[in-house]
């Protein structure tokens, strides 16, 4: 599948960028190949255009904010947050064009991140009570760019046989290659897996769940939000919760954004967020590793003898099947890379 031509993937909320960021002004983001700039007007509310300035295609996202409008960096003109042009200063008296000339986006802020749809959301951004719960605190971990497919991504978040391989340096065990397999439920627009998995500590790990001992049975709630959200619920056996939450936001074809921050039923004092984060990212740099050397065109089709497969693939078996699902509900088809040629190969059989 090339997310960048599947149009119904454009209507899902998507994490595109710490808020942070647009405090310092305009940003660009490419979501799904579409370029957009996110910025944040005077009345506080944070909005998405398309970043091309429709006098003469300059970014947006190299202007600045004033009061409630963006200032094109080249001549000037200024769009407020639903893509009105609001001001000419060559032609003041105009007091701008008529109509929407700069297309905008769905936009809003959910936690402490922006989120962006590119056409009228299917499903709504999740809802998580830990956000608002005293007893819970949330850790922002990170933001980075991945050279492979969100649902590559994905796919790993539940794939409980990769653990004992690609993280047999922090919590696998290699001799142990078969964990057992999740329980899946389908729900609308995603599935929830539950297992429990038992892994191998190791000291930094023994001092963030202030346990010592060797092997821990992790309680694991994985939900799958379509396409490209994830939240893993790990309960430790001290009734510690781990909640993380890793969107792969698809900027194009190739590339994900990672954007991953977690909750934490424990404290500071009980443990660093800098330690968390640590272990954190040693884990997410060995599936890094791994993900980054995979094609990016993930085959929807599991009979198109592209890959092989076996039992404990089924939570991303069904990903691809309810993929299709979606895609045939918005009257599209799967599209990869061999359509070129196979359309010039029909192309030739019929002539
Ligand atoms: Fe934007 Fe001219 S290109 S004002
Ligand atoms: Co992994």
């Known amino acids: 599948m090339l997310v960048t031509r599947q149009k119904t993937l454009r209507r899902f909320w998507y994490p595109v960028m710490p808020v942070g960021k647009v405090e310092a002004g305009p940003q660009?983001?490419?979501?799904?190949?579409?370029?957009?700039v996110v910025w944040k007007a005077a009345d506080g509310d944070v909005v998405a255009l398309a970043d091309r300035c429709p006098h003469r295609s300059a970014a947006l996202s190299l202007g600045w904010v004033d009061g409630n409008a963006i200032v094109c960096p080249y001549h000037g003109w200024s769009y407020d947050g639903s893509g009105t042009c609001v001001r000419v200063p060559q032609r003041p008296e105009s007091n701008g064009l008529k109509g929407r000339?700069?297309?905008?986006?769905?936009?809003?802020?959910?936690?402490?991140?922006?989120?962006?749809?590119?056409?009228?959301?299917?499903?709504?951004?999740?809802?998580?009570?830990?956000?608002?719960?005293?007893?819970y605190r949330r850790i922002d971990q990170f933001y980075e760019t991945w050279r492979c497919a969100g649902l590559r991504l994905m796919e790993n978040s539940f794939d409980n046989a990769h653990i004992h391989f690609v993280h047999r340096d922090t919590f696998g065990d290699i001799d142990n290659p078969d964990p057992p397999q999740p329980a899946i439920e389908r729900l609308p627009y995603g599935f929830v897996a539950r297992s429990d998995v038992p892994v191998y500590n190791n000291e930094l790990q023994k001092k963030n769940l202030r346990d010592d001992s060797a092997v821990t049975i992790r309680h694991i709630t994985a939900r799958w939000y379509m396409p490209f959200l994830r939240r893993l619920h790990i309960r430790y056996?001290?009734?510690?919760?781990?909640?993380?939450?890793?969107?792969?936001?698809?900027?194009?074809?190739?590339?994900?954004?990672?954007?991953?921050?977690?909750?934490?039923?424990?404290?500071?004092?009980?443990?660093p967020a800098r330690d968390i984060i640590a272990f954190d990212r040693r884990v997410t740099e060995e599936d890094r590793a791994v993900l980054e050397s995979t094609d990016f065109d993930v085959p929807l089709d599991m009979n198109s003898g592209v890959e092989r497969h076996m039992p404990s693939d089924q939570p991303g078996l069904l990903m691809r099947r309810m993929l299709i699902e979606l895609l045939a509900a918005h009257g599209e088809s799967e599209h990869t890379r061999h359509d070129a040629g196979r359309a010039t190969q029909e192309q030739k059989s019929s002539s």
């Open 28 to 36: 660009p983001f490419t979501l799904l190949g579409e370029k957009i």
């Open 101 to 135: 000339v700069v297309p905008s986006f769905p936009c809003t802020v959910r936690y402490g991140h922006v989120w962006v749809a590119l056409g009228e959301p299917l499903a709504p951004i999740p809802d998580w009570p830990e956000e608002d719960d005293a007893s």
């Open 237 to 271: 056996p001290s009734g510690l919760d781990h909640i993380i939450v890793t969107a792969a936001t698809p900027i194009a074809d190739d590339r994900c954004q990672v954007v991953q921050f977690c909750f934490r039923s424990d404290s500071e004092a009980d443990a």
